[in-house]
């Protein structure tokens, strides 16, 4: 947790100020942007980490909020939430990493079962790879989503986006979204035996 400092906002001070205000101020005072930094660096790490692995996580969530930045003033700032707005840009560089991330998850679906009675060898593999909570069938079954698919699934499940939230990320009508993410848990359900293909939302990180 922040320590506060003397003339530093308070937490709930700081929450007064939309984001969209935030973005319009930093159009010309360039410094106040870092308030957005501070409110979603953590979430979109943790969102890419999870899509790519932590090596790469680091350097991607950067480059998001570079990226941002350069972007503000075409931010649309009826949009009070900044975040669908940040997820889409991670989403999007994401695209480079398509390979990456089909191949991380097709490693960890082979990842074997923990042997009783020894040092759990599956939970040393995926803390490496960072897994966070992935089990090996899902990891199965979202490697052979498309990526479209993909993205609405990974946007609602790992970065807790609403359906509005999500259609605003990438750019498509809501509709677009339910029907995309309507297929992706149907064929996840297939390849999962029937199990709700969102329950990896609550997924332990250090499961």
């Known amino acids: 947790m922040a320590v506060e400092s003397p003339g530093v906002r308070t937490r709930e001070e700081h929450r007064e100020d939309s984001d969209a205000r935030v973005i319009a101020r930093s159009r010309d005072e360039p410094e106040h942007f870092a308030a957005l930094f501070d409110r979603y660096a953590d979430a979109v790490h943790r969102y890419v980490a999870r899509r790519i692995g932590p090596e790469a996580a680091e350097d991607l969530m950067a480059e998001t909020f570079t990226t941002a930045f350069q972007r503000r003033h075409t931010y649309d700032l009826t949009r009070a939430d900044a975040r669908p707005w940040l ?5 999007n560089l994401m695209g480079r990493h398509r390979r990456a ?7 960890l679906a082979k990842v074997p079962e923990p042997v009783q009675h020894e040092e759990p060898v599956a939970d040393r593999a995926v803390a490496r790879a960072g897994a966070t909570g992935v ?6 079954a979202l490697a052979r989503l498309s990526a479209r698919h993909r993205d609405v699934v990974l946007l609602v499940a790992w970065g807790d986006l ?3 939230e999500a259609a605003q990320a990438l750019g498509v009508p809501v509709g677009t979204v339910r029907s995309r ?3 992706a848990r149907k064929k996840l359900r297939e390849a999962l035996g029937g199990s709700d ?6 997924a332990d990180p250090h499961a």
Do not use: D, S
């Open 162 to 164: 609403g359906y509005e």
């Open 197 to 202: 293909p969102t329950a990896f939302r609550e």
């Open 87 to 91: 997820f889409g840009i991670a989403t």
């Open 181 to 183: 993410l309507n297929r």
């Open 101 to 107: 991330e089909a191949r991380r998850l097709k490693a």
């Open 135 to 140: 089990r090996r069938e899902l990891a199965a």
